[in-house]
């Protein structure tokens, strides 16, 4: 459940109340206006519309700079709330609203400093744990999973046709990516290893069964986040992390293995393209979207670009994936 506080002109009390109404919602309650002519309306939403409740109360309010929604997480409320008799609403999946969503996405892809010491310290933690073949200090780096973040911001954003996120999502990838490879590349170089390590030579080739695993863990990520399910979204992090292949990359480049550095190269950009496509098709399913009729033609134009783009782009992967195998 949620409630949605509506700070505004008083004007609007009557209209949120008929909102209210329309919807069925649990409770509707609201203060006396104080001196600039503003009320505080609060509604306690069932899990199930607080998306179309929402969307009501900014069609409502508009863009007034006199406005704010706040939007508040209820974990219990007595009385408990009756079942659902109406199964249209039963069948609808309990969904965290859009600007919830990004707002979690916008704060995993701000390009400060802690992003950065994220990305050098898990750089660091992969490459030791790969080669001392440790799979428990590799896990360590997967949970982390800065580079996991980037990649959801980029299909959330292509949904929405934003393409401010879209640039800012494809900038924290690129600078996330080029940290962890010069980490990578810099301790291959000086670090003398052999190449006796599971964890390390399992990262430089890849199959259709990595192929399948990336595919279903971008949709697993995307559901685990619109759900609110945070504990699941670990599991994916380990399932489909984007950091190892990145420092095995770069090991393989400083330590001038380069038909190695090949096959782990192929496995990052199969994952992060599995990833996007994946995570773009699920939030398509989970039906985010913009509110207006001019943003959801733009999304639409958006989303289009971005799945033919990406299932090209996996098609090109696999198809070198197979000459890879084949002939070397």
Same mark, same amino acid.
């Given at each position: 459940m949620r409630i949605i506080e509506i700070i505004s002109d008083c004007g609007h009390v009557d209209t949120l109340r008929g909102l209210a109404e329309q919807h069925e919602l649990l409770d509707f309650w609201s203060t006396v206006c104080d001196q600039d002519e503003r009320c505080s309306v609060r509604l306690l939403v069932r899990p199930e519309n607080q998306q179309q409740v929402l969307d009501s109360v900014q069609s409502i309010i508009g863009s007034s700079e006199n406005s704010r929604v706040?939007?508040?997480?209820?974990?219990?409320?007595?009385?408990?709330?009756?079942?659902?008799?109406?199964?249209?609403?039963?069948?609808?999946?309990?969904?965290?609203t859009r600007e919830e969503l990004y707002q979690t996405i916008v704060n995993g892809i701000k390009l400060n400093s802690?992003?950065?010491?994220?990305?050098? /310290?898990?750089t660091i933690v992969a490459s030791i744990g790969l080669l001392a073949d440790n799979v428990a200090v590799v896990i360590g780096a997967m949970v982390i999973a800065p580079l996991l973040g980037p990649n959801l911001a980029l299909a959330f954003a292509s949904a929405l046709g934003d393409s401010s996120l879209i640039w800012q999502s494809l900038k924290t990838n690129a600078v996330g990516v080029m940290i962890a490879l010069l980490i990578s590349v810099v301790v291959g170089y000086l670090?003398?290893?052999?190449?006796?390590?599971?964890? /390390?030579?399992?990262?430089?080739?890849?199959?259709?069964?990595?192929?399948?695993?990336?595919?279903?863990?971008?949709?697993?990520?995307? /559901?685990? /986040?619109?759900?609110?399910?945070?504990?699941?979204l670990v599991g994916v992090m380990v399932a489909v992390a984007l950091l190892p292949p990145a420092a095995t990359l770069g090991l393989m480049l400083g330590a001038a293995k380069f038909d190695l550095a090949i096959g782990a190269g192929l496995l990052l950009a199969i994952n992060v393209v599995c990833v996007n496509l994946s995570a773009k098709l699920a939030f398509i399913a989970k039906g985010?979207?913009?509110?207006?009729?001019?943003?959801?033609?733009?999304?639409?134009?958006?989303?289009?670009?971005?799945?033919?783009?990406?299932?090209v782009s996996l098609g090109l992967l696999v198809v070198f994936m197979q000459f890879w195998h084949d002939f070397f």
């Open positions: 706040v939007i508040m997480p209820v974990e219990a409320t007595i009385p408990r709330p009756e079942a659902v008799e109406d199964s249209e609403q039963k069948n609808k999946s309990a969904t965290r802690s992003f950065i010491w994220m990305v050098v /310290l898990s670090w003398p290893f052999d190449f006796n390590s599971q964890e /390390l030579m399992a990262r430089t080739d890849v199959g259709y069964d990595g192929v399948i695993l990336a595919l279903v863990a971008g949709a697993a990520a995307v /559901l685990s /986040l619109a759900s609110g399910w945070s504990n699941s985010v979207k913009p509110r207006t009729w001019i943003e959801k033609n733009k999304a639409r134009q958006s989303v289009t670009v971005s799945v033919i783009f990406w299932l």
